[in-house]
């Protein structure tokens, strides 16, 4: 059987997730000290690829919403992975705003929680650009 809270938390964090509400997830299960990695930086911005804190990570997402317009987003699982660790598939139809190019994006993200069930990390990782 999983832990409890692990079930708890990765279930509660995709269901945010498929209903746009990823703000909300993030107030109710993040911890205010919790870690975003990205798999690389990202071209043409200043923002670094590892975000600490609860406020860094929020305003990764408000960048990343003001320079992308979504069509569509999706989140598979979760997927657990012994005590701590979850993962999250997420499939995303957007447009970048500046130059106009619409991409379809995949990714995973992977999530650490601690005792009581919070997340205290976050990673991504992404298929082979071609």
């Known amino acids: 059987m999983f832990n409890e809270k692990l ?3 990765a279930k509660s964090l ?3 997730c ?3 509400q990823e703000d909300k997830g993030m107030d109710e299960l993040y911890a205010q000290d919790c870690v975003s990695v990205e798999a690389l930086e990202m071209p043409g911005t200043d923002m670094p690829r590892e975000a600490k804190g ?6 990764k997402g408000e960048w990343w919403y003001a320079n992308n ?3 569509s987003a999706s989140a598979e699982g979760p997927f657990l992975h012994g005590e701590d660790t979850f993962s999250l598939i997420f499939d995303m139809d957007v447009t970048d705003k500046d130059s106009g190019n619409r991409m379809q994006m995949r990714e995973v993200g992977l999530y650490t929680v601690d005792a009581d069930g919070m997340i205290i990390r976050e990673a991504f990782f ?3 650009f071609e």
């Open 54 to 59: 609860l406020d860094a990570i929020k305003a």
């Open 69 to 71: 317009e979504v069509h």
């Open 18 to 20: 498929r209903m746009g």
């Open 14 to 16: 995709a269901e945010y």
């Open 126 to 128: 992404y298929p082979p």
């Open 7 to 9: 079930v708890k938390t």
